[in-house]
């Protein structure tokens, strides 16, 4: 190696290229990619809006309701079953509007019908739970109706059968303030602590033959309901089954007809 090629070794060695070398062209660094804006939330919706109003029937007078009946369906039943009794009790009440809500939860294994709570192993204690948690639903609900069509509870009255009327009992007795008057139709009362400080009215209807619930439920619960103070009125009907009979709607009727004169 001769002394001359030094120089170039070692440039070559610190990584420079000969000073004789054309500089490297660098490209411009690309521009950073823009930003999306960031999304609109969209306007909040009123609650109102987002809740389907319940199945109802009337007024059959065509004029605007002055009052309002829940009818509460059996276990295995739906709302649409209750719509023959609701038109039938109509007849005293043309300016009331009828609700006919589906219980939330489906009847395992059949298809359209509804429960407010399960039945398989019930005992009191699981009763008791399911009643309290089928009402705290129900009552948003229909606190709801009511002030749409701008009436109080004191226009409210919930009609009940079978697995419905332990519902409808456990609501006169509880809500606050209070309804102005329940119907239990082959029910039972499944809750009589704490109640409320002016208990709804009730009506306990019920046959001697029904071997679904045995009458001497209503007899339980018209014996609890006079030590808590409430109005109460019965029909006991002989020979009758677990079913709504004829002079059960009737008295309905007449009971619904005079909370509101």
């Known amino acids: 190696m001769t002394l001359r090629a030094l120089p170039l070794l070692a440039s070559l060695a610190l990584g420079c290229t000969p000073s ?6 660098r490209a411009a660094p690309a521009p950073e990619p823009a930003l999306p804006a960031a999304p609109v939330a969209p306007p909040p919706v009123a609650p109102s809006s987002t809740v389907a109003p319940m199945p109802s029937l009337g007024p059959v007078s065509g004029r605007p309701p002055s ?8 276990y295995g ?14 007849r005293d009440l043309p300016d009331t509007v009828f609700l006919l809500p589906d219980a939330p939860e489906p009847m395992p294994g059949a298809p ?6 399960a039945l398989a192993g019930s005992d009191d204690s699981l009763r008791r739970e399911g009643v309290r948690r089928a009402v705290t639903g ?23 059968f079978s697995q419905g009327a332990m519902l409808a009992l456990d609501l006169g007795l509880h809500m606050t303030p209070p309804p102005a008057g329940v119907v239990s139709l082959s029910g039972r009362l499944v809750h009589d602590t704490a109640p ?3 208990p709804a009215p009730a009506l306990i209807v019920h046959g001697t033959s029904d071997a679904r619930i045995p009458v001497s ?28 009979a004829p002079q059960a709607m009737a008295s309905a009727g007449s009971f619904l007809h005079r909370l509101w004169p």
């Open 196 to 198: 409320s400080p002016s």
């Open 20 to 25: 004789s070398a054309p500089p490297i062209a």
């Open 67 to 74: 009052s309002v009946v829940v009818m509460l369906h059996g």
């Open 217 to 244: 439920e209503a007899h339980h619960a018209l014996s609890a309901l006079a030590r808590l103070h409430v109005r109460t009125e019965s029909l006991i009907l002989p020979g009758v089954g677990h079913t709504i």
């Open 77 to 90: 039943a739906n709302g649409a079953d209750l719509r023959d009794v609701a038109q039938t009790l109509a």
């Open 112 to 117: 359209g019908a509804r429960q407010w709570f």
């Open 138 to 160: 129900l009552v948003p609900a229909v606190d709801r109706e009511l002030q749409a069509r701008a009436l109080p509870r004191s226009r409210l009255a919930f009609v009940g």
